[in-house]
Structures are given as structure tokens and as C-alpha cells.
């Protein structure tokens, strides 16, 4: 355990001993070991002994003591008014923090006041505005084992989003973490280690929790039977682990998040699969540093959204993309549909721009956290929910007429809000200006009372001027000493019999009348029991909201598709997409671009491509810079972009339905895990042999780079043979490796294509045009001068090139003659002969990437 956490060792041996506040401060940490406790002493938030330390160093503020009469501790402490932004720091730094607040009135106190722990506040339990980004979930996981099954759970404490799936193997549930990148995990015993990836807080929690019986009861208590939503034990178990927590981090037995009313299952198989490296590959959601500026993402060109929820919600369909025909095409009517109606998508554009983020709104609400400005949001959100069902009227496709339809305008909770809360409420809830008049007729008696009486008060100044005949005579208030009037002292002569002397300044006497005294027990009774009744109403009204969270989520959701489906017909109409084909045989693309890179650059050059059944496997060859990255990228992008509903941008295309995107793109290492380039290469090309169906597309780049020559065609030329005979799956291989290119004359199902270069006088450009064939050339050097190495360089390697051509031509007539003086030493000739005899004998297509590059390694070492 972190020094920091726990209960301060420089207490621990004292407990008896120390003031009571410093025990209570101990007990808290004791109950709340894995947190940095932040301990309310009247403004402030305090830290004491380690922590203190700890605090201090991170946050940069300043570290002082505490001494009393048990001994002198460090201390440092924080202004509540501005607490969120020093928590985000200590979240970055890789801490939770329980916020113990004061529950009890230090007014009322007949000791030391009583504190508790209100939130503990963890990167995946956020629900503080200020802490989210408003167009991101922000996911905390629970991972489970059971009798060889996996759990895994994932819920958006903001937003109420609760999904559960379960697999029966660990590379499925990291496939299924990657996809929702959660910021914080717990994991259950037996949990396997590796699934979560870098800088996801993971937590080994409470076993209680994920027992199955505790898990059950408590699944059970919020949705009903497990078994109605949950198929199998470790799927119970991790979700109901992820209750318990997020009830912890909510403050205990009090925290229930009575806002959650759907819990989702849902089958990995019923989504295309993207795993980490699919996702970072193909820059779905990371942006990439090109030269050093920040280069866009996918999901960057795509969000057109007006709104936060229609943000989420487009990463969410990002994340899975659709293998269901049925729904793909269902978004694809409504896309079609918008794209070709300008008028509706800017008019439904314009309203959602109102909208208000109803998921996080309705969070709060539920978490008695939402402040009366909060519920006037939600009202500005359901006033225009009428509008956008309106604009949806004449919609002819079937989700777009569904979207209507869920569309509830809500009108008692909009009256409600619109009758008891004022339209420019005060942000503090303790000091009134929340409820409109009218809305009570006790509240309106009291606010009354309370405006005759300072009615009376207003008046008395020109009444007792008029009386005493002191013009400079005045009537004011303040908190300490209350209503007064001031007479200088010059005037004192002129001060009636029934003044009461209530205080003495430097130049004149403050003064108060037994009937000012009566109006001003009457205006702060009156205004004290007004704030009072206030805070009771406006509570009210919060818990009625409240109860109608289930119909409020279920119009965000709706909210949320149509701003997506609105986004993806404006990306559509204004970049000239098509609709794409899905559910056929063969990858038939015409005039495809690449949805990022045709934003970036000056021109782009479509390029075509063609994958059938009979011939799945492409091996693409041309110079560096020539464009081979961005087509095989492009190819796939098509793909996620057709089945998660959105057209295309292409001329045409057509596409089958593909389970899974693999890519094996670029060269990284795993410098912590202790794994070189071609390590962590032939680890992701495993996974791709094992797991790729002929439903997949596979994007292979320079595959056997990172060893020798000869061991790297090898295995390249390995591994599109067994693609090819064995999987079955549509596969563009680039390589720079040519000897491969004969791979298409050995293969039925494999095909040449290259990119083009044309040279004149010296000089090489690159056309970016794919062609059917190989390539002839790599025009390395070419590439090197416009890179910009030095003209020296370039000129020696051209000599170095024609060097070397001229030595193997030498090499080839002397073979005969070597190979004669070779057979001399019978010793090495047996042994080269072995391994010629081993080699010959393999069956390289039966192998994977590890045996051969493993093989290899034996027979070279054996030579």
C-alpha cells in the first residue's frame, strides 16, 4: 500500500490518544485505505501526516503543520471552491480520493462536527462536469472468472450506459476491453493479467463483491432476474462486483444509482471486431502526429453532431460496427434519406444544437446532485424534443419514422419544471431565488411577509428623518449586528428617548427601536423560513424529475441516433459519399479515397480494388511514399464505415459483411514487456493466423522486416500461403520483399497489384495509381532524395546499387566453380546437405510465423 494511504503511520500507534477530530480523521482513512482523503475543516479541504506529504508534492501547494496537544503533524489543504481541479491532478497522478465533507451544522454541534466520506472520486467514476469531456463515455470495467467462462462489465457512471458480455477466452475479453477503453478496472480473483492496456487504473477489489451469491442479489435489486439479461455466472459476477463499487465510490449503503434501468448484453459475434491494434492502426480514435502537428482521426472527419449525446453515440457505433444486414441497411435508408433532404437536416441540425446533454442531466437528478439551473436545462431540452418529432413528420424511412415515435415530449415534466422553477434560478440552492412565485402558497405568504417588512424598513429612514429633523439619519444592515439606524455624532442631541444604543463607531452611534427590532425578527424569520421551504420544494420537484429518468434516457437515446444519423448524412452529402452495397461475395470498390488523408491533402487519387471469393488475396508491391499504406487502410476504413451505417467515400462499392478487421500495420516495440519489433510483429501475426475466418479482411505492411532477408521472405511467403489455403480471408499484403510477387503465379486465389512510378531524365514521380502486376522497382534512393538526404549519399548509394549488381552477376559465373571447391570439405557439404534435406521437408503452410522463425534460427545456428 501506497505510504500514503491508510491510516497515517505517524498516528497509528496513538489512536487513543488523539484530539477528536484527528481520530475521526484516522478512522476515515482506516475505512478508506486505497484513497487520499481530503477532510473538511470549515472552507477547506485538509490533508494530515503522508498524505499531506503527498498532496503537497503533486498538487505544488504549500505544506504546513499541525500541532496540538498529541503532537505536530504535516498538513496541506485545499479550498473547496476550486477542489475539482486540484482532484483531476491527483487522478492524473494515479490516485483515487475519498471526500470526507461535514454532515452536520458546526453551529449545532455539541462536539466535534460529524464528517463522512460523500464520493470517492476514480478516473472511471467521474460524474463531476468540470472532470469529462462531454462528447466521451467514460467507462469503469469489472472483469470476472468462472469455471473457465469470462465476465466482463462496463458502465458510464455519468451517463447510466451499462453493457456486459462473456467469452470463454482471455483474447476475447481483451478484443472487447479495447473497444471501450475503460479508464479504471476491478478484477476478481482468478482474473487473467494483460487484459487491460496502459494507463486504465486496475484494482484487484473486494472478493465479497464478485461472490456469486452477493453479485446475484445485488443484479438482482436493480434490473430483476439476472437470467433475464445475463447468460452465465461470471457475466452475474462482474456486473454485480461493478454495482458494489460504483455504490462505494457514491458514498456506501446511501449511493445507489437509482438512474440505472437498463443493463445491455450483448454478443461480441454481433459486432464487427476491432481489436487495440485494429483501433490504433487504423486511426479510428487517436489522432497521429504528422511532422509534428496533430493529424486528424476518423471519428474526427466523421462528427458532424450537434450535441454531446449524438457525440457518444457516434463513437459507440464506431466502436462496434454492425454484422446484422438488416440494421446496416435500416441506417443506411435513414442516411440516404437525410443526404438527399437539406432542408430537414438543417432545420433537425439546428434544434439539436438546444439540446442539452440529457444523460449526464438525468444522472444528477437521480444523484440528488442537479441544482435548479440543471432542471431549467432539462426543460430548454424538452421544449425542443416537440420540434424535432416535427421535423420528422414526413420521414419515409423506417428508423427515421421509429426515431419519431420514441420521441416523448414529456409535457409533465416540462410543466413541472416550468411551474416551480424559476426561469434564471440562483446557482446556490441554501439561499432562495429557485422557486417561481405562485407555485406555493406558503412560500408566496412568507416572501411576503418578508418584502412588507423590508417595505416598513424602506420607509423608515424618511419617516425618522422627518421626525428627529437629521437629514444625514440612515437605515442599513448588516450581518452581525442586523437592522440599525446611524446617527452621526454631531446629531446625537437630536436622538429620541425610545433609541436603543446597539453599537459605537468613531463618528457616530447606531441605534435600534423596539418596533425595528420586532420587523426584523419578522423579515429573518420570514426569509429564513422561506430559504427554508424553498430548499423543501425545489427537493420535491428534484425527486418527481427523477422518477421519469427511465422515459428521459429513452429520449436521449432516441436524441442521440438522429443526431448521428443527421451527422453521417451531412459527412455524406458535403464529401461525396455513396451508399455502399453489404452482404455480397467480393470487395468491389471504385474511386475509393481515404476518408482522413483526402481531408489533409491538396488532391487525392482514388484507386480501385477488387477481392472475390476466388481470388481473396492481393500482395501489393511499389516505392515507399507511392501510397500502399493508405489504400490498404482506406479498404478497411470502407469496410467500418459501410457496416456501421454510413456511406462510403467512393464511387461505388460493394462489400461483404466482414467479422473482423485484422492489421498488422507499422513497426513498434515493448520495451516494459521485454519484446523486440519482430516479436511484438509475429505475436500480432499469430493472432491473426489463429482467429481470421473468410469472413475477415486482413491488411498486412512489410511483414518480415524486422529479421534477415531470407528469413523475412520466408515467412512473408509463409504466411500468404497458408492465408491463402488455409483461412480464406480477403487479404492486401504489401511488401517489399518482390520474390513474393511469384506468390501469384504459384496461387489460384492471389493477385499482383503495384503502384505506379514514372522516371524521366533522373528523376521518379510517384502517380499514386494502383495497377494490375508488380512493381519493377522500390526506388529507395529516389525515396531518400526527397526526403532530403544529403546529394553525397544518394550518389553513393547509386554506386553502391551498381556495385553490388555487378558482384552478383560475377557471383552467378563463378557458382559452378565454388560450388566444386565447396564439395572438397565433405564435413560442412554433409551438413549443408541436412539442412537442405530439413528444409525441403517442412511444411511451411502448416506452420506458424513462431515455429518457422524458430526453425530457422535452429537450422541457421546448426550451419
Same mark, same amino acid.
Given at each position: 500500500?501506497?505510504?500514503?494511504? +491508510?491510516?497515517?503511520?505517524?498516528?497509528?500507534?496513538?489512536?487513543?490518544?488523539?484530539?477528536?477530530?484527528?481520530?475521526?480523521?484516522?478512522?476515515?482513512?482506516?475505512?478508506?485505505?486505497?484513497?487520499?482523503?481530503?477532510?473538511?475543516?470549515?472552507?477547506?479541504?485538509?490533508?494530515?501526516?503522508?498524505?499531506?506529504?503527498?498532496?503537497?508534492?503533486?498538487?505544488?501547494?504549500?505544506?504546513?503543520?499541525?500541532?496540538?496537544?498529541?503532537?505536530?503533524?504535516?498538513?496541506? +489543504?485545499?479550498?473547496?471552491?476550486?477542489?475539482?481541479?486540484?482532484?483531476?491532478?491527483?487522478?492524473?497522478?494515479?490516485?483515487?480520493?475519498?471526500?470526507?465533507?461535514?454532515?452536520?451544522?458546526?453551529?449545532?454541534?455539541?462536539?466535534?462536527?460529524?464528517?463522512?466520506?460523500?464520493r470517492v472520486v476514480t478516473p472511471g467514476t467521474l460524474t463531476e462536469s468540470e472532470l469529462?469531456?462531454?462528447?466521451?463515455?467514460?467507462?469503469?470495467?469489472?472483469?470476472?472468472?468462472?469455471?473457465?467462462?469470462?465476465?466482463?462489465?462496463?458502465?458510464?457512471?455519468?451517463?447510466?450506459?451499462?453493457?456486459?458480455?462473456?467469452?470463454?477466452?482471455?483474447?476475447?475479453?481483451?478484443?472487447?476491453?479495447?473497444?471501450?477503453?475503460?479508464?479504471?478496472?476491478?478484477?476478481?480473483?482468478?482474473?487473467?493479467?494483460?487484459?487491460?492496456?496502459?494507463?486504465?487504473?486496475?484494482?484487484?477489489?473486494?472478493?465479497?463483491?464478485?461472490?456469486?451469491?452477493?453479485?446475484?442479489?445485488?443484479?438482482?435489486?436493480?434490473?430483476?432476474?439476472?437470467?433475464?439479461?445475463?447468460?452465465?455466472?461470471?457475466?452475474?459476477?462482474?456486473?454485480?462486483?461493478?454495482?458494489?463499487?460504483?455504490?462505494? =465510490?457514491?458514498? +456506501? !449503503?446511501?449511493?445507489?444509482?437509482?438512474?440505472?434501468?437498463?443493463?445491455?448484453?450483448?454478443?461480441?459475434?454481433?459486432?464487427?471486431?476491432?481489436?487495440?491494434?485494429?483501433?490504433?492502426?487504423?486511426?479510428?480514435?487517436?489522432?497521429?502526429?504528422?511532422?509534428?502537428?496533430?493529424?486528424?482521426?476518423?471519428?474526427?472527419?466523421?462528427?458532424?453532431?450537434?450535441?454531446?449525446?449524438?457525440?457518444?453515440?457516434?463513437?459507440?457505433?464506431?466502436?462496434?460496427?454492425?454484422?446484422?444486414?438488416?440494421?446496416?441497411?435500416?441506417?443506411?435508408?435513414?442516411? &440516404?434519406?437525410?443526404?438527399?433532404?437539406?432542408?430537414?437536416?438543417?432545420?433537425?441540425?439546428?434544434?439539436?444544437?438546444?439540446?442539452?446533454?440529457?444523460?449526464?442531466?438525468?444522472?444528477?437528478?437521480?444523484?440528488?446532485?442537479?441544482?435548479?439551473?440543471?432542471?431549467?436545462?432539462?426543460?430548454?431540452?424538452?421544449?425542443?424534443?416537440?420540434?424535432?418529432?416535427?421535423?420528422?413528420?414526413?420521414?419515409?424511412?423506417?428508423?427515421?419514422?421509429?426515431?419519431?415515435?420514441?420521441?416523448?415530449?414529456?409535457?409533465?415534466?416540462?410543466?413541472?419544471?416550468?411551474?416551480?422553477?424559476?426561469?434564471?434560478?440562483?446557482?446556490?440552492?441554501?439561499?432562495?431565488?429557485?422557486?417561481?412565485?405562485?407555485?406555493?402558497?406558503?412560500?408566496?405568504?412568507?416572501?411576503?411577509?418578508?418584502?412588507?417588512?423590508?417595505?416598513?424598513?424602506?420607509?423608515?429612514?424618511?419617516?425618522?428623518?422627518?421626525? @428627529?429633523?437629521?437629514?444625514?439619519?440612515?437605515?442599513?444592515?448588516?450581518?452581525?449586528?442586523?437592522?440599525?439606524?446611524?446617527?452621526?455624532?454631531?446629531?446625537?442631541?437630536?436622538?429620541?428617548?425610545?433609541?436603543?444604543?446597539?453599537?459605537?463607531?468613531?463618528?457616530?452611534?447606531?441605534?435600534?427601536?423596539?418596533?425595528?427590532?420586532?420587523?426584523?425578527?419578522?423579515?429573518?424569520?420570514?426569509?429564513?423560513?422561506?430559504?427554508?421551504?424553498?430548499?423543501?420544494?425545489?427537493?420535491?420537484?428534484?425527486?418527481?424529475?427523477?422518477?421519469?429518468?427511465?422515459?428521459?434516457?429513452?429520449?436521449?437515446?432516441?436524441?442521440?441516433?438522429?443526431?448521428?444519423?443527421?451527422?453521417?448524412?451531412?459527412?455524406?452529402?458535403?464529401?461525396?459519399?455513396?451508399?455502399?452495397?453489404?452482404?455480397?461475395?467480393?470487395?468491389?470498390?471504385?474511386?475509393?479515397?481515404?476518408?482522413?488523408?483526402?481531408? @489533409?491533402?491538396?488532391?487525392?487519387?482514388?484507386?480501385?480494388?477488387?477481392?472475390?471469393?476466388?481470388?481473396?488475396?492481393?500482395?501489393?508491391?511499389?516505392?515507399?511514399?507511392?501510397?500502399?499504406?493508405?489504400?490498404?487502410?482506406?479498404?478497411?476504413?470502407?469496410?467500418?464505415?459501410?457496416?456501421?451505417?454510413?456511406?462510403v467515400p467512393a464511387e461505388s462499392a460493394s462489400l461483404p459483411l466482414v467479422d473482423r478487421v485484422f492489421t498488422r500495420?507499422?513497426?513498434?516495440?515493448?520495451?516494459?514487456?521485454?519484446?523486440?519489433?519482430?516479436?511484438?510483429?509475429?505475436?500480432?501475426?499469430?493472432?491473426?493466423?489463429?482467429?481470421? =475466418?473468410?469472413?475477415?479482411?486482413?491488411?498486412?505492411?512489410?511483414?518480415?522486416?524486422?529479421?534477415? @532477408?531470407?528469413?523475412?521472405?520466408?515467412?512473408?511467403?509463409?504466411?500468404?500461403?497458408?492465408?491463402?489455403? &488455409?483461412? +480464406?480471408?480477403?487479404?492486401?499484403?504489401?511488401?517489399?520483399?518482390?520474390?513474393?510477387?511469384?506468390?501469384?503465379?504459384?496461387?489460384?486465389?492471389?493477385?499482383?497489384?503495384?503502384?505506379?512510378?514514372?522516371? &524521366?531524365?533522373?528523376?521518379?514521380?510517384?502517380?499514386?495509381?494502383?495497377?494490375?502486376?508488380?512493381?519493377?522497382?522500390?526506388?529507395?534512393?529516389?525515396?531518400?532524395?526527397?526526403?532530403?538526404?544529403?546529394?553525397?549519399?544518394?550518389?553513393?548509394?547509386?554506386?553502391?546499387?551498381?556495385?553490388?549488381?555487378?558482384?552478383?552477376?560475377?557471383?552467378?559465373?563463378?557458382?559452378?566453380?565454388?560450388?566444386?571447391?565447396?564439395?572438397?570439405?565433405?564435413?560442412?557439404?554433409?551438413?549443408?546437405?541436412?539442412?537442405?534435406?530439413?528444409?525441403?521437408?517442412?511444411?511451411?503452410? &502448416?506452420?506458424?510465423?513462431?515455429?518457422?522463425? =524458430?526453425?530457422?534460427?535452429?537450422?541457421?545456428? !546448426?550451419?
Amino acid at each position: 500500500m501506497d505510504a500514503a494511504l +491508510g491510516p497515517p503511520q505517524a498516528m497509528a500507534a496513538q489512536r487513543e490518544e488523539l484530539t477528536p477530530m484527528m481520530a475521526q480523521y484516522h478512522d476515515l482513512c482506516a475505512e478508506y485505505d486505497d484513497s487520499l482523503v481530503l477532510f473538511q475543516v470549515g472552507d477547506f479541504y485538509e490533508l494530515f501526516c503522508e498524505a499531506a506529504e503527498t498532496a503537497a508534492r503533486i498538487l505544488e501547494i504549500a505544506l504546513t503543520k499541525r500541532e496540538d496537544s498529541t503532537g505536530t503533524y504535516p498538513m496541506a +489543504g485545499i479550498p473547496i471552491d476550486s477542489a475539482e481541479s486540484y482532484i483531476e491532478s491527483l487522478l492524473e497522478a494515479g490516485y483515487r480520493v475519498a471526500v470526507a465533507d461535514q454532515v452536520e451544522d458546526p453551529d449545532e454541534a455539541s462536539g466535534v462536527v460529524e464528517r463522512a466520506v460523500t464520493r470517492v472520486v476514480t478516473p472511471g467514476t467521474l460524474t463531476e462536469s468540470e472532470l469529462l469531456r462531454s462528447d466521451d463515455n467514460n467507462f469503469v470495467a469489472a472483469l470476472a472468472h468462472d469455471d473457465g467462462s469470462y465476465g466482463v462489465a462496463f458502465l458510464d457512471v455519468s451517463t447510466g450506459d451499462f453493457v456486459a458480455t462473456g467469452t470463454g477466452t482471455r483474447e476475447t475479453v481483451r478484443d472487447e476491453v479495447a473497444r471501450f477503453d475503460p479508464a479504471e478496472a476491478i478484477v476478481g480473483p482468478e482474473a487473467p493479467e494483460g487484459v487491460f492496456p496502459d494507463g486504465c487504473m486496475v484494482t484487484g477489489y473486494d472478493p465479497e463483491a464478485f461472490a456469486a451469491d452477493a453479485a446475484r442479489e445485488r443484479v438482482t435489486d436493480y434490473f430483476g432476474s439476472p437470467e433475464t439479461h445475463l447468460a452465465g455466472r461470471a457475466e452475474v459476477r462482474a456486473c454485480g462486483a461493478l454495482l458494489a463499487y460504483a455504490e462505494y =465510490t457514491r458514498g +456506501g !449503503e446511501h449511493g445507489r444509482l437509482d438512474y440505472l434501468n437498463h443493463l445491455t448484453r450483448y454478443d461480441p459475434r454481433e459486432y464487427m471486431v476491432l481489436d487495440g491494434v485494429a483501433l490504433r492502426s487504423l486511426e479510428l480514435f487517436e489522432r497521429r502526429s504528422v511532422h509534428g502537428s496533430e493529424g486528424a482521426a476518423l471519428v474526427d472527419v466523421l462528427d458532424e453532431t450537434a450535441c454531446a449525446l449524438g457525440g457518444r453515440e457516434l463513437k459507440d457505433w464506431l466502436r462496434r460496427p454492425l454484422v446484422d444486414r438488416e440494421r446496416i441497411e435500416a441506417r443506411l435508408d435513414a442516411v &440516404e434519406e437525410l443526404s438527399e433532404d437539406p432542408l430537414t437536416r438543417d432545420t433537425l441540425r439546428g434544434l439539436l444544437a438546444d439540446v442539452y446533454d440529457l444523460e449526464r442531466l438525468v444522472s444528477r437528478v437521480s444523484r440528488r446532485r442537479a441544482d435548479a439551473r440543471d432542471l431549467r436545462s432539462l426543460k430548454a431540452t424538452l421544449d425542443v424534443v416537440p420540434e424535432i418529432r416535427a421535423g420528422l413528420d414526413d420521414a419515409e424511412s423506417a428508423l427515421l419514422r421509429d426515431l419519431r415515435e420514441r420521441l416523448d415530449g414529456l409535457a409533465d415534466v416540462r410543466d413541472l419544471i416550468g411551474e416551480a422553477i424559476q426561469q434564471d434560478p440562483e446557482r446556490e440552492l441554501t439561499e432562495g431565488g429557485i422557486i417561481a412565485d405562485g407555485y406555493d402558497e406558503r412560500l408566496d405568504e412568507l416572501r411576503a411577509t418578508e418584502r412588507e417588512g423590508q417595505q416598513w424598513i424602506d420607509d423608515l429612514e424618511a419617516q425618522e428623518r422627518e421626525r @428627529t429633523g437629521v437629514d444625514s439619519l440612515k437605515v442599513g444592515h448588516n450581518s452581525v449586528h442586523g437592522y440599525y439606524i446611524e446617527v452621526t455624532n454631531p446629531n446625537l442631541d437630536a436622538v429620541p428617548e425610545n433609541y436603543e444604543r446597539r453599537q459605537t463607531l468613531k463618528n457616530s452611534e447606531r441605534f435600534v427601536t423596539p418596533a425595528l427590532k420586532e420587523r426584523e425578527e419578522e423579515i429573518l424569520n420570514a426569509s429564513a423560513r422561506a430559504d427554508e421551504h424553498e430548499l423543501d420544494l425545489f427537493r420535491e420537484v428534484r425527486r418527481d424529475v427523477g422518477e421519469a429518468a427511465e422515459r428521459i434516457q429513452n429520449v436521449a437515446d432516441a436524441l442521440a441516433v438522429v443526431d448521428v444519423l443527421v451527422s453521417l448524412a451531412s459527412v455524406a452529402a458535403q464529401y461525396d459519399y455513396c451508399r455502399p452495397e453489404v452482404g455480397g461475395n467480393a470487395v468491389e470498390i471504385a474511386g475509393g479515397r481515404h476518408p482522413v488523408v483526402e481531408r @489533409t491533402v491538396e488532391s487525392f487519387v482514388p484507386n480501385d480494388l477488387t477481392l472475390t471469393r476466388d481470388v481473396p488475396v492481393a500482395v501489393i508491391t511499389g516505392p515507399n511514399m507511392s501510397g500502399k499504406s493508405t489504400y490498404m487502410r482506406q479498404a478497411a476504413l470502407v469496410a467500418v464505415l459501410a457496416q456501421l451505417g454510413s456511406f462510403v467515400p467512393a464511387e461505388s462499392a460493394s462489400l461483404p459483411l466482414v467479422d473482423r478487421v485484422f492489421t498488422r500495420v507499422g513497426a513498434s516495440d515493448d520495451i516494459a514487456g521485454g519484446r523486440s519489433t519482430f516479436m511484438v510483429e509475429m505475436t500480432e501475426l499469430s493472432d491473426i493466423l489463429r482467429d481470421a =475466418t473468410e469472413d475477415s479482411l486482413v491488411v498486412l505492411d512489410e511483414v518480415g522486416r524486422g529479421t534477415s @532477408t531470407a528469413d523475412g521472405f520466408a515467412i512473408a511467403r509463409a504466411i500468404t500461403e497458408h492465408v491463402h489455403d &488455409e483461412v +480464406g480471408a480477403y487479404t492486401l499484403f504489401a511488401t517489399h520483399h518482390h520474390d513474393l510477387t511469384a506468390v501469384a503465379d504459384d496461387l489460384a486465389g492471389a493477385k499482383n497489384l503495384h503502384f505506379r512510378a514514372e522516371r &524521366e531524365d533522373g528523376d521518379v514521380t510517384f502517380v499514386h495509381e494502383v495497377a494490375e502486376g508488380a512493381a519493377t522497382a522500390s526506388y529507395g534512393i529516389e525515396v531518400a532524395r526527397e526526403a532530403g538526404v544529403p546529394p553525397s549519399v544518394v550518389e553513393r548509394a547509386r554506386e553502391l546499387v551498381v556495385e553490388n549488381a555487378e558482384n552478383a552477376a560475377v557471383g552467378d559465373d563463378a557458382s559452378e566453380s565454388t560450388a566444386t571447391a565447396a564439395s572438397a570439405d565433405g564435413g560442412r557439404a554433409d551438413a549443408e546437405s541436412d539442412v537442405l534435406d530439413e528444409l525441403a521437408r517442412l511444411n511451411l503452410a &502448416e506452420m506458424t510465423p513462431i515455429e518457422a522463425l =524458430t526453425t530457422l534460427n535452429r537450422l541457421q545456428r !546448426e550451419l
